[in-house]
């Protein structure tokens, strides 16, 4: 199955500093050596993989700051499967994350052989979140070679917004989180769409997500397990 995740990791991949006073980003860990998981789950709700994060390379800029985090993504057995690396960036009141974080581990284990060539608009996230707030879409398009053959795929993340705010309990802790919904449109061949729903809190980042199929099904679901720096 084909899942984006902001994500996953983002996903995904939305943990603050504790201290985010002292960063230009408020919703990512723009210092050295904190490390992250955040756990998926399929329908079912049992583990589909656990993906580490590590942050490196925090550097100052001219506009703000730039930051490098590293990840390791295990299978349910916590095998590792696959490691890349994802850069984020922090201009102003605006926290901006590689395009390429819209794919997720899943399908670049899948597709981890094959020539794969990737362009996009990076995904947007403001300091600052309140409810009925429209956030930037973001987009991703691929071409993969596979045996003299060529594929294209696009991945589209628009009707983004938040809608709420809700107190989400984790293994990570307790969070007061405002909550984030968007539309999926991925189209390869055919076209296929979702939606997705994340619960993001001040100085922590993402604590949950759900994604949806077209009928409003619950596919996967992923989980903020632990933090420390």
């Not at 960036?89 to 819209?102: I, K, N, P, Q, Y």
């Not at 956030?135 to 071409?143: F, R, S, V």
Request: hydrophobic letters at 35%; one cysteine or more.
């Amino acid at each position: 199955m084909i899942r984006t995740t902001i994500s996953f990791f983002l996903a995904f991949l939305y943990v603050a500093l504790g201290n985010a006073q002292d960063s230009c980003s408020k919703y990512y860990p723009f210092e050295e050596d904190v490390k992250f998981q955040v756990t998926t789950y399929d329908n079912k709700n049992k583990v589909s993989a656990i993906v580490d994060y590590k942050v490196k390379d925090v550097k100052a800029t001219d506009s703000g700051e730039t930051a490098t985090f590293f990840t390791s993504v295990k299978d349910k057995k916590e095998k590792v499967i696959m490691e890349s690396q994802i850069g984020i960036s922090c201009a102003g009141e605006v926290v901006s994350m590689d395009f390429t974080s819209l794919m997720s581990p899943q399908f670049m284990q899948q597709y981890k052989d094959i020539d794969v060539k990737m362009s996009g608009t990076n995904l947007d996230l403001p300091n600052n979140l309140s409810v009925g707030q429209q956030l930037p879409d973001a987009d991703l398009q691929m071409n993969m070679n596979m045996a003299g053959m060529s594929m294209n795929m696009n991945i589209h993340i628009l009707n983004r917004k938040v809608v709420g705010e809700e107190t989400v309990t984790t293994p990570a802790g307790t969070f007061d989180c405002s909550i984030i919904t968007y539309d999926t449109e991925l189209k390869m061949g055919m076209k296929q769409q979702n939606s997705s729903k994340q619960w993001m809190a001040p100085g922590v980042g993402l604590v949950k997500q759900e994604d949806y199929n077209k009928k409003g099904k619950l596919m996967s679901s992923s989980l903020l397990t632990s933090f420390s720096k």
